[in-house]
């Protein structure tokens, strides 16, 4: 069992900066990418970013490409989405998923095999 608790999330303004935080624990917890997927109300969840189990490798999603970073500390079984340059476009629910998968890209995230609860990320303006 892998479970997934994200963190800070909240209201910015066009163009402000958000990091947010995935908390991962488990036995296992290792072994797994990490995606950041985002689903906006009334749409499908969709891939922002992931990265590999070992951190090294990173996949963004080219609208954010550029204003958001992917990163891993594995000592603190943290994974970070730091997002810059933020767009109202960029108002959704934020999960981070775990997957032994790689890459995640070409997989549906509803296929992920965990996931966190979500966090809001607001940007208005």
């Known amino acids: 069992q892998v479970q997934l608790v994200e963190s800070g999330g909240g209201l910015v303004q066009t163009g402000g900066s958000l990091r947010l935080s995935c908390i991962a624990s488990?036995?296992?917890?290792?072994?797994?990418?990490i995606a950041w997927t985002r689903q906006v109300a009334g749409k499908q969840r969709e891939f922002v970013a992931a990265?590999?189990?070992?951190?090294?490798?990173?996949n963004v999603l080219n609208s954010v490409k550029g204003r958001f970073t992917i990163s891993r500390d594995n000592a603190k079984n943290t994974v970070f989405l730091q997002m810059n340059d933020l767009e109202p476009e960029d108002t959704a629910v934020y999960y981070c998923?775990?997957?032994?998968?790689?890459?995640?890209?070409?997989?549906?995230?509803?296929?992920?095999?965990?996931w966190g609860q979500g966090i809001r990320v607001t940007v208005s303006s």
């Open positions: 998923a775990a997957d032994q998968a790689w890459p995640l890209w070409p997989k549906n995230p509803a296929e992920y095999e965990y």
């Open positions: 488990g036995r296992t917890v290792g072994q797994y990418s």
């Open positions: 990265i590999s189990r070992n951190g090294v490798w990173t």
